[in-house]
């Protein structure tokens, strides 16, 4: 599968479990692989998060050698933070700043390693909530994103892989 297709079925997946549920509940990853649909929830302690992450690489990894390996989806809820070009930038974390957006954020890896990603708007009213328009489309010619998932893409036997270096890119 291309990240593309992946994309669109993530979304899919997202409006429909905030229609059946009002949001996704915890952050997911979801593993395609030939005849199996691996899927890890990610909101661990934070003592376990590096290690979580790092199994969940190895995981892509050894698909992807084995051959098997069809694509992954990260879902997630999260704030964000903007600021108009005409106003200094401003440093607050999204949790602590009262102008913030509530969003999803949707990233996915073809099976070629080549990645999407998309973010919506959540509204929210009387208490509701639900996904709103695509804010923003972050595969812009030049613009370059980075995700812990870019290592399942790597060659760990690589040396001097410096963890920004992914074929597809």
């Keep these: 599968m291309q990240a593309e297709e992946l994309i669109e079925m993530a979304d899919q997946i997202a409006c429909k479990m905030f229609s059946d549920a009002g949001g996704l509940g915890e952050s997911r990853v979801w593993i395609h692989t030939k005849g199996r649909l691996i899927s890890i929830p990610c909101k661990p ?38 600021t108009e070009l005409s106003r200094p930038r401003s440093s607050v974390r999204p949790a602590l700043d009262p102008n913030r957006k509530e969003i999803i954020i949707l990233l996915a890896y073809g099976q ?58």
């Design 112 to 169: 070629d390693g080549k990645s999407k990603t998309r973010t919506r708007k959540i509204e929210s009213w009387g208490g509701n909530r639900a996904i709103g328009p695509i804010l923003e489309d972050f595969n812009k010619p030049g613009l370059v994103h980075e995700s812990w998932l870019d290592a399942a893409f790597e060659d760990p036997t690589e040396e001097g892989n410096n963890g920004k270096q992914r074929a597809g890119r």
């Design 45 to 82: 302690n934070p003592a376990l998060e590096p290690k979580m992450k790092a199994l969940i690489c190895a995981m892509i990894y050894a698909a992807r050698k084995a051959g098997t390996f069809e694509g992954v989806v990260m879902m997630a809820e999260a704030w964000m933070s903007t």
